[in-house]
């Protein structure tokens, strides 16, 4: 492990060496399928949405490395953003996030399929290339982790079944339901997984932690593992060395109430946030964009990942509650 710093937030991990994977399976770069011998579900892990996470990464590398295969499906792993996670360096991790877009708000169809134009980024060319993948998926795991140090969280969508999912997986603990953001969308939020229907093909989104953290590698690691094993298509036994030892607590479900959306370059919290804060009183101040006052909508309102550098037409913050 290598440990560097930016600020205060310590750099522990250190990015896997995943050449070996260039050429894929399928003539898709970085992609790799991996088909079991009986009919099944194809069941898709994903990592480096963001070139700088790097513990989706270390996860589907070790899950790889150790020979898994599934007895029945196909089971894909997909490292996606590769020309981000190629420039990462421990000194500047927060700059190898995206080249040009974030990918994880192109996945819409409109966006998808439009033909490929000169001003097409880097991120919606990949997008494209691996989306056949997702296309075909039944069950998506898209690994990611987070800038604060907050405690991780199974990001549900708007989909029922979805959360269903979600809450048989049990990990990590906290579990967001959400309308997704204003500035585009993730690939939990494609059609394709967000329908009404009880049964049918399913994403989830997994926040590990802090991006740099080895918890982080360790939780997606585990969250891998069990989302395996609740597909199954490959034998528990096989995925034992990952999978908790102890039964772990029920999860807690929190519904997003309202999505700040960034409207002006002048804004910022009015104190200290790190995620999950909860403010007990509804009317409290906690944002200033521009001259306009961001204040909690009701009582025992929860920060969810509050953004650190808020940018114009981005999300700041979301706002939710507890459900019982």
Same mark, same amino acid.
């Given at each position: 492990?290598?440990? @560097? ?111 490929? @134009? ?16 997702? @296309? ?161 909508? !009701? ?14 037409? !981005? ?10």
């Amino acid at each position: 492990m290598m440990t @560097a710093t930016t600020g205060s937030l310590p750099v522990e991990l250190r990015p896997p060496d995943i050449g070996r994977y260039r050429h894929g399976s399928h003539a898709i770069p970085y992609a790799i399928t991996l088909a079991g011998g009986r009919p099944g579900p194809h069941v898709v892990i994903s990592a480096l949405m963001h070139g700088n996470e790097l513990c989706g990464a270390i996860a589907a590398d070790r899950l790889l490395s150790a020979g898994l295969r599934p007895a029945r499906g196909r089971l894909s792993f997909i490292f996606c953003n590769i020309p981000a996670f190629a420039q990462f360096h421990p000194d500047y991790p927060a700059m190898s996030r995206y080249v040009d877009e974030d990918m994880n708000r192109v996945w819409s169809p409109g966006r998808l399929d439009a033909l490929p @134009a000169p001003g097409d980024s880097g991120e919606l060319r990949r997008a494209r290339e691996i989306w056949p993948l997702f @296309a075909s998926a039944d069950l998506v795991l898209d690994i990611h982790s987070m800038l604060h140090d907050t405690v991780p969280m199974m990001l549900a969508g708007a989909a029922p079944r979805a959360l269903a999912l979600a809450q048989h997986i049990g990990l990590p603990g906290w579990i967001v339901t959400d309308q997704g953001h204003a500035g585009g969308s993730r690939l939990i939020d494609h059609p394709r997984f967000t329908g009404p229907e009880p049964e049918g093909p399913t994403a989830l989104l997994v926040e590990c932690g802090q991006h740099w953290q080895r918890q982080a590698a360790d939780t997606a690691l585990t969250i891998a593992a069990r989302f395996l094993e609740i597909s199954d298509i490959i034998q528990r036994d096989a995925l034992t060395p990952w999978l908790p030892s102890t039964p772990w607590a029920a999860s807690r479900l929190v519904e997003v109430t309202q999505t700040i959306t960034v409207l002006t370059n002048q804004f910022h919290f009015t104190h200290e946030v790190s995620g999950m804060d909860i403010i007990p009183t509804a009317g409290t101040l906690i944002a200033l964009d521009g001259d306009r006052p961001v204040r909690t909508p !009701h009582d025992h309102c929860i920060l969810i990942m509050p953004a650190r550098h808020p940018v114009r037409g !981005h999300t700041a913050v979301r706002l939710g509650r507890l459900v019982a």
